[in-house]
């Protein structure tokens, strides 16, 4: 496994912009298909997107489709998740998760690392 750190969470304004981050250590970023889940309170924890080991093919839900996108640094060893035009509705604790294979790419019981999460608020 692989141990994982968000960070870049805060209180921002419906429309706004933030970028998430994920760093990890222990292992090399390059072996690890990467995602972001999120969870908001009373909810089950969702998919919001996914990137593969290359970078080459990435894979959005449908809600966040054209306003996030998912990134990755191998050489840094981080993923991102760069979210536009924020909603009150992506309001949540974001997940970073990583998995060597995955059968997939948006199904949480696929990734074996977990990061604590990082909070997301939109509101006015």
């Known amino acids: 496994q692989v141990e994982l750190v968000e960070s870049g969470g805060r209180l921002v304004q419906p429309g706004d912009s933030l970028t998430l981050s994920c760093a990890a250590s222990?292992?090399?970023?390059?072996?690890?298909?990467m995602a972001w889940f999120r969870q908001a309170p009373g909810k089950e924890r969702e998919f919001v997107a996914a990137i593969t080991k290359s970078g080459y093919f990435r894979q959005y839900a449908d809600s966040v489709k054209g306003r996030f996108t998912v990134s990755r640094d191998n050489g840094k060893n981080t993923a991102f998740l760069q979210m536009n035009n924020l909603k009150t509705e992506d309001t949540a604790v974001y997940y970073c998760?990583?998995?060597?294979?995955?059968?997939?790419?948006?199904?949480?019981?696929?990734?074996?690392?977990w990061g604590r999460g990082t909070q997301v608020t939109v509101s006015s």
């Open positions: 998760a990583a998995a060597t294979s995955v059968q997939s790419m948006d199904r949480h019981r696929d990734y074996d690392s």
């Open positions: 222990g292992r090399t970023l390059d072996n690890y298909v």
